[in-house]
């Protein structure tokens, strides 16, 4: 499995982006069975669990981004999504997608978030 993460630039506080993490590699019938989640990484940090949605749609999301962010996935097209809104310098991160099928992990390159102030 591959994974493309896109979406991610520069945007002032308060406003929005939307991310997307595209699979490849795979086919339709096994990704309908992988969780899926959003990961992100600031300067000088851990890497932290954003959000997060299940095989099933279930979804789960960091305190810091609840109410703000919201999470999908569209599985004919292989594609998670991270709809961003009221962006706060605080969210400026590297953001990783990663997949779970079963015992195997992946990870895709990530893309750059920055909120200015």
């Known amino acids: 499995v591959q994974l493309q993460a896109s979406g991610g630039g520069l945007v002032q506080a308060g406003g929005s982006l939307r991310l997307s993490c595209k699979a490849s590699r795979t086919i339709l019938s096994v990704f309908l069975g992988d969780d899926m989640a959003w990961y992100r990484q600031a300067p000088g940090k851990q890497r932290e669990l954003v959000a997060s949605?299940?095989?099933?749609?279930?979804?789960n999301f960091a305190d810091s981004v609840k109410g703000r962010f919201t999470i999908s996935r569209d599985n004919n097209k292989k594609t998670m999504f991270l709809q961003m809104n009221g962006l706060q310098p605080s969210d400026t991160a590297v953001y990783y997608c990663y997949l779970k099928r079963q015992l195997n992990t992946y990870w895709g390159q990530g893309t750059k978030v920055t909120v200015s102030s």
């Open positions: 949605i299940t095989s099933s749609g279930s979804t």
